[in-house]
């Protein structure tokens, strides 16, 4: 299983960042599985951002909740991150992750950058 983020490296103050996961060699669909997305910033550990699992259901960190939807396209096989309202305590390496139980397959990551 190979996954891959792509977005934009920098994004503005307040803008909304947006990030896609492609997923190869496994189903967005397979049951009992959850598509994660998490970030690090700088200097700091690993934060869970929130998840969509087999069956299309979300969940999300209370303290992003209200900024963020993930969405998947299953024709793509893709999962997406929408984060609004972006500030410097955005910046961090973004990570979409495989799900079977235990944290499985890591995309390489994506570093995203808040400017002012």
């Known amino acids: 299983v190979q996954l891959q983020e792509s977005g934009p490296g920098l994004v503005k103050l307040s803008q909304t960042l947006s990030l896609t996961c492609t997923v190869s060699?496994?189903?967005?669909?397979?049951?009992?599985?959850?598509w994660i997305w998490s970030r690090q910033p700088p200097g700091k550990g690993l934060e869970w951002i929130g998840h969509?699992?087999?069956?299309?259901?979300?969940s999300y960190s209370p303290s992003l909740k209200s900024r963020i939807p993930i969405s998947r396209d299953t024709s793509k096989n893709q999962f997406t991150l929408q984060l609004s309202s972006v500030s410097p305590e955005d910046t961090a390496v973004y990570y979409c992750?495989?799900?079977?139980?235990?944290?499985?397959?890591w995309g390489q990551g994506t570093q995203v950058t808040v400017s002012s």
């Open positions: 992750v495989h799900y079977y139980g235990v944290w499985g397959y």
């Open positions: 060699g496994d189903s967005l669909t397979t049951n009992n599985y959850a």
């Open positions: 969509i699992g087999s069956s299309g259901s979300t």
